[in-house]
């Protein structure tokens, strides 16, 4: 079998043991092939985990080459371990195979990593550079997903790019006291995608400063509460 197939004897033994990548459930289920890497990944059949997904690799991950295939990486710290575990879950939705989680106590933070070679197709912004140097907009297919999933994107950005905690303000000689989310990201086409997301979730936001979307009116707090809420 592992002759005729071209595959690896110790491969066909993992999948026999049911852990299946998901390009594999594609091949299986009849999917065509990516002209660009040669996996079978269909990009309509991405759902919230991915639009999730998408929102943290924007925030903080990363791609990079490694060896014969591709690696996603995304930092992540090690005070919200809650946020860890759904990166990982997603990742494993998405990708059909659990990724690696590195803990790096020194500098406080993890890595999760995932290997696979149809990552870049799932995140053509991925280019040399830092991504506030060059064009990070979002294709049409993703935009879609973008549009049919705006909490779960709003989500992952907040998780890796932003914060919600309390705002204090001194007027009259009195304390005032409100919960705010705030969102920095020096790419203004990333902040464009957030903001974008409030928008068709209803969520009012304004500027704030050169970098920073603030989202502090009551109603939109409560509204983005119902999709992100503390970190965790």
């Known amino acids: 079998m592992s002759q005729r197939l071209g595959i690896p004897v110790a491969t066909l033994r993992t999948w ?10 594609a091949l299986l289920a009849g999917v065509p092939v990516c002209p660009a890497c040669g996996w079978h990944h269909p990009l309509d059949d991405l759902g919230p985990e991915y639009a999730y997904l998408l929102g943290v690799y924007l925030g903080d991950g990363y791609l990079v080459r490694h060896a014969r295939t591709m690696a996603l990486k995304v930092a992540l710290d090690v005070a919200y371990p809650g946020i860890i ?34 990552w870049p197709c799932l995140f053509p ?43 204090r303000v001194v007027s009259k000689g009195r304390e005032y006291r409100y919960p705010r989310y705030q969102f920095s990201n020096r790419s203004s086409d990333i902040r464009t995608i957030f903001c974008v997301a409030c928008d068709t979730l209803g969520v009012d936001w304004r500027p704030w400063g050169p970098w ?9 707090v409560a509204r983005l509460d119902t999709h992100i809420g503390p970190k965790l």
């Open 16 to 25: 026999e043991n049911g852990r299946v990548p998901r390009p594999v459930h």
């Open 85 to 118: 575990d759904e990166v990982a879950r997603s990742i494993t939705t998405v990708m059909g195979r659990r990724p690696h989680v590195t803990r790096d106590p020194v500098r406080a933070m993890v890595l999760v990593t995932s290997y696979w070679q149809g």
């Open 125 to 167: 912004q991925h280019g040399p550079g830092r991504k506030h140097d060059r064009d990070v907009t979002l294709t049409p297919w993703q935009e879609s997903i973008a549009v049919a999933h705006p909490g779960p994107l709003a989500r992952g950005l907040i998780h890796t790019d932003g914060w919600r905690g309390e705002n």
């Open 212 to 220: 920073h979307v603030s989202v502090a009116r009551r109603d939109a």
